[in-house]
């Protein structure tokens, strides 16, 4: 049985199973680039299957300053921290998939670790 998700629900809890409708993914998206200091224009939604964010950053590592960098989700894998080269993107850090939905709080402070 696959559970849609009405708009108003909480998607950061729940079990890993629950497909989030086109709403909730933007709200969430949304929600998670607040977090991250970063505006709704730097959030992109891909509804196929699997469903995927991805959110460009306006920060750079270190050690790859020449590249910028990129948060994406899928709701398989949860989130990453992703180098870009072109269209092509290199997942450098994961935050688990044990918790496909983390809080933006939670992905922000995965963020902040990630950079320092």
Do not use: C, K, N
């Not at 092509?88 to 998939?97: E, S």
């Amino acid at each position: 049985m696959t559970l849609l998700a009405d708009p108003g629900t909480d998607l950061t809890v729940g079990p890993a199973h629950l497909v989030m409708d086109h709403i909730a993914v933007w709200r969430y998206a949304r929600a998670v680039a607040e977090a991250v200091g970063v505006g709704i224009e730097s959030v992109m939604v891909d509804q196929d299957s699997p469903v995927s964010v991805y959110i460009a950053l306006d920060v750079r590592s270190s050690a790859h300053p020449d590249r910028p960098l990129a948060l994406v989700w899928d709701e398989d894998q949860g989130w990453s921290v992703a180098l870009e080269a072109g269209t092509a993107l290199t997942r450098v850090a994961r935050l688990g998939a044990d918790t496909p939905r983390p809080a933006p709080g939670a992905v922000a402070e995965f963020l902040d670790s990630v950079l320092s």
